[in-house]
């Protein structure tokens, strides 16, 4: 009996002095200790990507890690999606994201994740308003112009977008529902052509983010004499195209407020804030709450509107 507790206490001292020299556990670490992957569901050269790419070189300056935007478009942006939920919450793995993240709610019949409460929201770096543009052979000079035209031929005038479900798709939906109005739709595969085939006079109107903004409920500073939609009295037309920072669920709340107070910061920071409104981007920088707010808002919102218009994707 004496030889084993002297084994125990051996051990117990062992345990002891050998505790100190493990060192502290990763949550006493100061983050981040090693470069971030921001995962973006957008290709190359997109608006996403670019703003992702400004985001993610400013963290880098910020936090004094290399921070990897990753690109990985295709299938609506679930697979990109679905690599950050199912990631390790430690906040190496981030999403730059859009509206697409709560519009495919209503496009599929089933996703891989719950779009709500898989992620962490950090921040909305801010939404990418949309501006109504026409073919100069239209004769449209103003939206009253589109809406009397429509109404005298419904269903004749087309429009076109990035693709079914894109914000600019919806952002016309709702514009012809708000007008009484009745549009054809054409989608195409990215914004880029639908924008050329409207300049080269196939498609006759569009929404489209180049350059801002006149789907929102403000001015855009890069087109202060051209109104908004609810200035044209179309209330409750309202198209917010955001873009903002998530994370894995159960994303510690000191990493949270870390990456949530550097991306607040840098949204306000004069030259950052004139990069991103020279991308037709209105800076928001909000707080993670405040996130999470829109989020849900629009969950409540666009996947019901999309399931009206009896739109889906396979």
Not at 204 to 217: E, I, R, S
Not at 276 to 303: C, M, N, Y
Request: aromatic share 6%.
């Amino acid at each position: 009996m004496s030889m084993r507790r002297h084994a125990l206490a051996t051990l117990i001292g062992l345990g002891l002095l050998l505790g100190p020299l493990c060192g502290p556990s990763p949550a006493d670490e100061k983050y981040p200790t090693s470069p971030i992957k921001l995962v973006v569901p957008y290709p190359a050269g997109s608006s996403g990507d670019i703003i992702a790419r400004m985001v993610g070189q400013k963290l880098n300056d910020k936090l004094g890690q290399p921070v990897i935007v990753d690109n990985r478009p295709g299938g609506a942006g679930i697979a990109a999606e679905r690599s950050v939920a199912t990631a390790t919450p430690d906040g190496y793995t981030l999403l730059l994201t859009g509206l697409n993240h709560v519009t495919n709610v209503g496009l599929f019949s089933k996703l891989p994740f719950d779009t709500e409460h898989d992620f962490t929201p950090i921040s909305e770096v801010g939404p990418v308003d949309l501006v109504l543009v026409a073919n100069p052979a239209t004769g449209f000079k103003t939206a009253q112009d589109l809406i009397k035209a429509a109404k005298a031929k419904p269903g004749v005038i087309n429009f076109a977008s990035a693709g079914v479900g894109t914000g600019g798709h919806l952002a016309m939906e709702l514009f012809a529902r708000t007008a009484g109005i009745s549009l054809m739709h054409v989608p195409y595969r990215g914004a880029t052509p639908a924008l050329t085939d409207v300049v080269a006079g196939h498609v006759k109107v569009l929404f489209t983010g180049v350059p801002p903004p006149v789907g929102g409920a403000q001015r855009s500073p890069l087109l202060p004499d051209v109104p908004t939609a609810q200035e044209l009295g179309m209330k409750g037309f309202d198209v917010n195209v955001w873009f903002g920072v998530l994370g894995p669920k159960d994303l510690p709340k000191p990493i949270v407020d870390t990456l949530a107070k550097e991306l607040e910061d840098m949204v306000k920071d004069p030259s950052f804030r004139s990069q991103l409104i020279a991308q037709g981007v209105t800076p928001v920088g909000s707080t993670p709450e405040e996130f999470a707010k829109v989020i849900h808002g629009d969950l409540q919102r666009w996947p019901a509107f999309i399931h009206d218009l009896g739109l889906k994707i396979q």
